[in-house]
Every structure is written in C-alpha cells, then in structure tokens.
C-alpha cells in the first residue's frame, strides 16, 4: 500500500515555445529540483521524472506511519517552492498542480541493461496521473482512499464525484485547503476514547514526580515504548490530573521526522506551546504571545532570545552559534524557573524525543542539569532506539541527574487488559469474542 503523488508544470509546452531551448531547459532542471527536495523532505521516493514532471512513492521502498499526511504536506510544500522559485530566479511565471492517491502498487528495482531504478506499477499511479490533470493551477487533489486517511489532519473542499478515465463510475474528489502542523495533529482515532487502563503503576510514579516538582524538587522522566504501545495516552492522563489540581503550566512540544534538520524546533515548539499559539499561525500573532509570555512571567529581556529561537528575531553581527546556545539556554530557563515560582509546577512534556534535531538535543542536555532546582517536570517520550539522535538526550539524564530521573519503559498490554481496553473503545458490551480478537491481532 503506498502513497502515489504525481506533480506537473501547468502549461510547460506553451512556456517551452516562448523560450530559449537553453533556458528552458535550465526551468525544468530548477523547478524539478526544487520538486524533489520537498518530496525527499517528507519521506517520499522519487519513482520517475518525466520532464517537468514527477511521480513520487510515500510508503516503498521505506513505509511510515503517516505516509499519506506526508505526501499531501510534500504537495503544498512543492506548490509554495514552484511560487518561491518562479517569482524570485525565474523569469516566467510557473505553476504546478498535483495530484494523489492511495492504493496497491507493485514496487521494486527494475533492471534495464546498466539500468537499475526503483518504480512501481499499477492503477493507483494512473489514478495520481488523472487527479492531477484535472487540478486547478497551484491546487491539490486528493482521492477518497487518501482522504479517509488523512481526514483528521487536512481541511479539504469536495469537487464532487467526478469521472475519471479508465474508472467505472465517478469517484469522489477532494481539494486540499490546508493541512495541520505537526503541533496541530490528532492522535489516536478521531471519537474513539477510554478511561485509561493497565498504566495504574506508572500513572502513580509519574504523579510522584509531580508532587516533588510542585514543591521545588524538579523531576525528569523518560517514558519510552514501541509505537503505539501507549505513551501519549499516558502523559495525556497525567497532563489532565495536573490541570485538575489547578495551578499548575503545562507545555507540549513535538518533533517531527522531516523537520529534524531544523535547529531547535523541539525547543521552539515548547516555547509556542507556553505562548498558546501554533507553528501555522501568523508571524505577528506569534510574536505578540511571546512577548505576553514573557512580559506575564516577569522576563521581558526574554523575549529578544525566544523569538530569536522561533525564527522570528533579527540576526546580530556578533551571533555565533555558542552565543545562541548560552543565550537560549539563560532565556529559556530563567522563563521556566519564573513561571513555576507563580504556579508550579511546570510540566513540559517532549513527544517523539527520538526525532529530536542535534542542536535540541544539545539545548536540552544544557537544561537539564538545572532542572532538579527548579519547579519542573520533564517528560521525554520516545521509542527504545538507540540509533536515533534524541537518545543522546536519555543518556545525559541517566548521567547528569541521579535519584531526580525517572526511566519508565512501557510493555504491551496484557491479553485481559487489551479485551478491556477494546471494549471501552468500542463500547459495546457483547462484543463477540472472534471480532474481539480480530482487533486485537490487528492492533499488534
């Protein structure tokens, strides 16, 4: 099952004509480039360059768990670099549409002679092909199959049901509007909820180290398990408990795998998380709740180096990157340490440690050796990969902090606690004992 994205310039013949052969070709080299970083960004594989246009696999040879939401945030990041692209080095005017869908492909090294590429075959390619024929200038085009996958995380427009060559009836199509930020995104299956079962133990540990940060003993805690084993539902029980004691600051940041070559956007999420806003919304709406931010924890000096950390400050002419890193570090603690004094504790919990960029990491290995005097809580969830770049992070806590860290590794559910857990899910009370299993294989 993969993620078939097909991406062409609108009206390349009639620019073709109009041009140099030479700066025509020059274009296309750009613009397909340009193309290719954003696919390569979010994970995808270039399958076939035809021209000035591309097909692109998300899910083989190398499958995510989100392929889908990739290929529709590589298709508007594509759209963006074509505009950049064309109104600031070139000189025409060029727009891309696209197109996706997701089906059954056969995939693989197709060997010609000298020839080795890496391809695929199937109807769901042809599909792509017909979508993004059909899409508007600078516009994307999703199929039913992708939508279903992508519907909690993408505000779409239906174009209606629509014949497509080669199909036996219309099929429903959907234009992309915008997709969620990684921040944004929902996790787990959308109406789909459950007291919080089988974590009594570790639930009880996390809440001591809550207690002890509320009182000025700060705690770190790693929580690490296998995707979908439960680790944000964990925190997010212990995130509720803590705002129904009142008081309390509670921050989520989240890394994302294609944006680990951003530096510190672990930290900066954090940082957009305790201004309440998102990494979509606009520049000057950020910028104002981060100076509200700091000004309300009595560090108005802190908001120079936080916004400088989103991306949003001037540049100084004595900027170094050791300069930046102690600067982030002083603004970034002084700011943690203020807001726990008027209502501690605070708990910063950081998803996905294990896609964490090198310069968060080593921001936050700085950071924590100053968390055990402060009145915070430091939850760092990831998966047991020792290969990733956040577990340098764990290994320094392991080090640095003694009896103040906290290590959690979270195992499957046991047989009994999984029929449990699928029955609040569902909420049906008889549910046959095979479809029960059925879920619960599926599930593993």
Request: aromatic share 4%; glycine share 8%.
């Amino acid at each position: 099952m993969v993620t078939a994205l097909f991406s062409d310039v609108v009206g390349s013949t009639t620019l073709a004509e109009s041009m140099d052969p030479e700066d025509w070709s020059n274009v296309v080299n750009e613009t397909v480039a340009v193309m290719a970083r954003s696919v390569e960004r979010y994970g995808g594989t270039i399958s076939q360059f035809a021209g000035d246009a591309i097909v692109a696999l998300f899910g083989a040879p190398k499958a995510h768990e989100d392929d889908p939401y990739r290929a529709v945030r590589a298709a508007l990041d594509i759209i963006g670099a074509v505009r950049s692209l064309s109104d600031e080095r070139l000189e025409c005017d060029l727009h891309v549409r696209v197109g996706i869908t997701t089906g059954l492909v056969i995939a693989g090294d197709i060997d010609a002679g000298d020839l080795n590429v890496y391809s695929a075959l199937g109807d769901t390619l042809n599909v792509a092909s017909r979508l993004q024929a059909l899409a508007e200038p600078d516009t994307v085009l999703i199929s039913e199959d992708t939508h279903r996958l992508v519907s909690g995380d993408v505000d779409v427009r239906l174009v209606g049901p629509t014949d497509l060559k080669g199909r036996t009836g219309p099929v429903r199509v959907f234009e992309v509007v915008a997709a969620r930020g990684a921040e944004e995104r929902t996790r787990g299956v959308r109406g789909l909820s459950s007291p919080m079962v089988g974590r009594d133990d570790e639930l009880r540990r996390l809440e001591e180290l809550l207690d002890a940060a509320a009182v000025g003993m700060g705690r770190v805690a790693a929580i690490l398990g296998e995707p979908g084993v439960g680790k944000s539902r964990l925190t997010e029980e212990l995130a509720a408990r803590a705002r129904a004691r009142g008081g309390a600051t509670l921050a989520i940041g989240r890394c994302v795998p294609f944006d680990d070559e951003l530096p510190y956007h672990l930290l900066a999420s954090l940082v957009r998380s305790l201004a309440r806003v998102s990494g979509s919304d606009d520049p000057n709406v950020v910028e104002r709740a981060v100076v509200a931010l700091a000004e309300g924890a009595g560090r108005p000096a802190t908001a120079e180096h936080l916004l400088r950390l989103l991306g949003l400050g001037e540049p100084r002419p004595d900027d170094t990157p050791e300069r930046l890193h102690a600067a982030y570090a002083e603004a970034l603690h002084g700011l943690v340490s203020a807001l726990g004094a008027d209502h501690p504790p605070v708990v910063l919990v950081c998803e996905d440690v294990h896609w964490a960029d090198a310069s968060s990491v080593a921001l936050m290995s700085a950071l924590l050796e100053r968390a055990p005097s402060t009145p915070v809580l430091l939850l760092l969830v990831m998966r047991p990969d020792r290969d990733s770049g956040g577990w340098s992070l764990l290994a320094a806590a392991r080090q640095q902090l003694a009896e103040s860290f906290t290590e959690i590794r979270l195992e499957r559910l046991d047989d009994a606690t999984s029929r449990l857990l699928v029955g609040h899910l569902l909420q049906i009370e008889s549910l046959p004992p095979g479809l029960r299993r059925l879920v619960l294989d599926k599930a593993e």
